[in-house]
């Protein structure tokens, strides 16, 4: 696991002062307060050379780094990265990745340049070429089941303690084959969330062996290109998938199943281990 030289990071939220406004026959205006997520710029940097500044909830910043590191080619392994230092500064955060040599120089020869807003996934691919390349699983995955789903989807609220507070972020989760969460974290963007709980996986020295991905957004190509990147043979996401993502996913051999509920679910690719055939596109 890379070591860590981090400051204390600012605080992933903060109180507000707002103006309640009830409509209709009982009218009334409230003055209160509300507690907001917070939305920073993230500087990342490999040795000297800025590579991306992401907009991040600035918590978790060193699993985002290496989860990001991992999902966007910089590094094959998580023994690649050396150390990760964060740094708040007036503008905003930096995050100060040092590389083993060579995957630094293999860096060196592909940089790009990227600015990415919350809502961003492939923000810095100028064209077609340079869309990722996750590769499709090599071995026999092993399907979860709809029950596993299930208790998935009924623990993840009791683990959003920012979405609690805020009612704004969204959260990626790592489940076990019996649906127990193992982990969660919550970003503003879903795919910072995504990238986040990914480095926490890598960091923790844990794979993708067994389990699945569980996310509270819509699934969208990179979202499926980022799980696959990282190993894991199944993405549930609760809301809808893309027509890309869907074709990722078969070509990936990746199981997509989405508009994830406590009572049924949608399996847009690949299949459940307590259904008998594969969903073919």
Same mark, same amino acid.
């Given at each position: ?40 710029p993230v ?75 919350? *809502? ?7 064209? !077609? &070429?340079?869309?990722?390349? /996750?590769? $499709?699983?090599?071995? #026999? ?44 974290r919550e ?41 696959a990147i ?14 890309? *993502? ?7 051999? !990746? &199981?997509?199943?989405?508009? /994830?509920? $406590?009572?049924?679910? #949608? ?15």
């Open positions: 696991m890379p070591r860590n030289s981090s400051p204390a990071q600012p605080p992933a939220s903060h109180a507000v002062a707002v103006r309640t406004v009830r409509f209709g026959a009982m009218a009334t205006t409230v003055d209160a307060s509300a507690e907001v997520a917070v939305e920073s500087n990342i940097v490999y040795g000297n050379m800025p590579y991306a500044v992401m907009m991040t909830t600035p918590s978790d910043l060193e699993d985002f780094v290496a989860g990001f590191s991992l999902t966007e080619g910089i590094i094959r392994r998580i023994d690649e990265i050396r150390s990760i230092a964060v740094a708040p500064r007036d503008e905003g955060i930096v995050a100060t990745v040092e590389l083993a040599p060579g995957r630094f120089r293999e860096h060196l020869a592909r940089r790009r340049n990227l600015s990415g807003r919350t *809502a961003c996934g492939l923000c810095g691919v100028e064209t !077609l &070429t340079d869309l990722p390349t /996750a590769e $499709a699983a090599g071995g #026999t995955t092993v399907p979860v089941t709809a029950e596993a789903i299930a208790r998935g989807l009924a623990e993840l609220e009791h683990h959003q303690q920012l979405n609690r507070l805020t009612r704004s972020v969204h959260a990626a989760a790592w489940c076990d084959r019996e649906g127990a969460i193992l982990a969660v970003d503003v963007g879903r795919h910072n969330a995504l990238d986040k709980l990914i480095g926490a996986r890598l960091r923790a020295g844990q794979d993708a062996s067994e389990g699945f991905v569980l996310v509270t957004s819509r699934a969208s190509f990179e979202m499926v290109e980022k799980a990282f190993g894991a043979g199944t993405l549930v996401a609760i809301s809808a998938p893309t027509s890309l *993502a869907i074709e990722r996913a078969n070509a990936l051999g !990746l &199981t997509l199943v989405c508009i /994830a509920r $406590a009572d049924s679910a #949608t399996v847009f690719a690949g299949r459940l281990a307590d259904t008998v055939e594969s969903v073919a596109r």
